[in-house]
């Protein structure tokens, strides 16, 4: 199953620590993809870094903020039979509906785009989504929603993905270990 996530209404300088964020959680739960609504390519570069030196090819790509841009990509991915959630408090509960987005992905052969919002959402990405689906019915955060519903969408594998990057942490119950796999050393810095 490949899930991408679309990141729309993302605001230059001030949501860049927040859509660095639902990055980082696409990545180390499991997506594959980030479609970003906006230029800013410093999203890019900072996930760059981060595969680097952490590992895996998980992608971020700026598609341009006008809505026409980022509804075309949500067309496009419907088109191919694939399915969109969108994820809002005002949708239905995450557990009376995921089951059936898996079984589809699984007995049909179908991906998800995850659409997560940062302000006040248009009212077209409720009506062209498949399911608009919500982790609870309280505002929280696009961080928390999304990390929730990859988890429930991979019951939990995701966070047993090993990403083979430069650097690698040995879990451990006290302390930092992490091997740099350049260097064929342990250090304890982290
Ligand atoms: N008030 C905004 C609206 O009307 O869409 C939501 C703002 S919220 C800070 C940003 C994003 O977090 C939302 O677009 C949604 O994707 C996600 N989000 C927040 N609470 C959620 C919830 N309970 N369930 C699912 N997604 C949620």
Known sequence: MRIVVLRIGHRYVRDYRVTMHVALVARAFGA???????????????????????????????????????LD?????????NIVVHLTMYGLHVDDVVQEVRSRCRDEGRDVMVVVGAEKVPKVVYEVSDYNIAIGNQPHSEV????????????????????KGRMRIVPTARGKRVLDMSKSSTDGKG
């Not at 928390?144 to 990403?163: C, K, S, T, Y």
């Open 144 to 163: 928390a929603a999304l990390a929730i519903f990859l988890d429930r969408m991979f019951e939990g594998r995701e966070l047993r993905v090993e990403f």
């Open 73 to 81: 990509a949500i067309n496009a991915w419907r088109k191919d039979g």
């Open 32 to 70: 594959s993809k980030m479609l970003l609504a906006s230029d800013d390519s410093s999203i890019v570069e900072g996930i760059k870094e981060v595969n680097e030196r952490w590992g895996g090819s998980f992608e971020v790509e700026c598609i341009g903020s006008e809505q026409s841009r980022w």
